[in-house]
């Protein structure tokens, strides 16, 4: 038996990182899932490698043409939803005052539009079976822990994880006192091998911090208290516990998954 048989997924940013982690555990546990992404061709192939379970479907979140196509779809294809995943997520760096209204409102639109449109078009269809679950239809929304403390330089990347922290807050009280049965909850990792933490490492290196790419591994490592950085793995996991019935009880909250880099 798996935590998750019988339920179907959506999962947002699933080409590759930590949506596609999320997607195979979902398998793992029985569920269906549909994986989205903006990365047409990686989408395809890494839903291609999981198997009968999984499809791939185009979605840019922040179109909402890309989300009525993609509730459609998923209707369609696995007949209702209980789980949607708010994975996809772009970050940015760099002083506030070189950075450009097109590239703050790129960032906030990716992070925070799309979480918003994700849960005006799915809540309807994930309502519909919520019912079914002792657990009811179940949100996740991927925020970070820079959505709980700032980062120098991340100002657009920070704002929107903190919207996104909050939003979670809101609907969940919405859908809670509106006595529907959708829970929503945050998840908070710190920071995660994939191509976005690359990305950072790369950051470090060429603001100064750090004189190469391994120095400035070693700078990112020591932010976290457990030793390590994290590993797709680790926000797999807690996106499984929060999608399953195991968390029943569990709505508005925020998880946090960072090696211990907040508790201090
Ligand atoms: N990796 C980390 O250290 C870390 C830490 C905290 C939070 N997060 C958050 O976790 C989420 C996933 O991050 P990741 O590390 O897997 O990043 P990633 O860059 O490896 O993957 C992100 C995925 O999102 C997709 N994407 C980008 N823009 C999109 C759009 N407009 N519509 C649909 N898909 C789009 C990309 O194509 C990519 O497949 C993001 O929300 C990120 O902010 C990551």
């Not at 906030?108 to 019912?131: C, Q, W």
């Not at 679950?133 to 709980?148: F, K, Q, R």
């Not at 490592?221 to 968390?247: K, N, Q, W, Y």
Request: glycine letters at 12%; charged letters at 20%.
């Amino acid at each position: 038996m798996g935590l998750l048989d019988g339920k179907i997924a959506l999962v947002t940013g699933a080409a590759r990182g930590l949506g596609a982690d999320i997607a195979k555990a979902y398998i793992e546990e029985g569920a269906e899932v549909l994986l989205t992404d903006v990365m047409e061709k990686e989408g395809a192939a890494t839903a291609l490698a999981l198997g009968n379970k999984a499809a791939f479907q185009k979605l840019d979140v922040t179109s909402e043409e890309d989300w009525i196509a993609a509730i459609a779809a998923v209707k369609e294809q696995f007949c209702g939803l209980d789980v949607l995943v708010n994975n996809a997520g772009i970050a940015s760096g760099g002083p506030l005052e070189e950075t450009t209204l097109e590239e703050w409102r790129q960032v906030t639109s990716v992070n925070m539009d799309g979480v918003f449109l994700g849960h005006k078009y799915a809540a309807p269809l994930i309502r519909e079976r919520a019912d079914k679950w002792e657990g009811g239809g179940s949100i996740i929304n991927m925020s970070s822990v820079a959505g709980l403390i700032g980062l120098a330089g991340a100002h657009a990347y920070c704002a929107s994880k903190g919207a996104v922290r909050l939003l979670t807050k809101s609907t969940a009280l919405e859908y809670g006192r509106n006595g529907d049965k959708i829970r929503v909850n945050s998840i908070h990792p710190a920071f995660i091998d994939t191509d976005m933490a690359g990305q950072m490492i790369e950051g470090i290196r060429d603001n100064g911090m750090a004189a190469n790419l391994e120095d400035a591994r070693t700078l990112l490592t020591s932010m976290h208290p457990i030793g390590r950085l994290g590993v797709p793995r680790d926000i797999a996991s807690a996106a499984t516990f929060l999608a399953s019935d195991e968390s029943a009880f569990m709505t508005g909250s925020e998880m946090v998954v960072d090696g211990g880099m907040v508790a201090g």
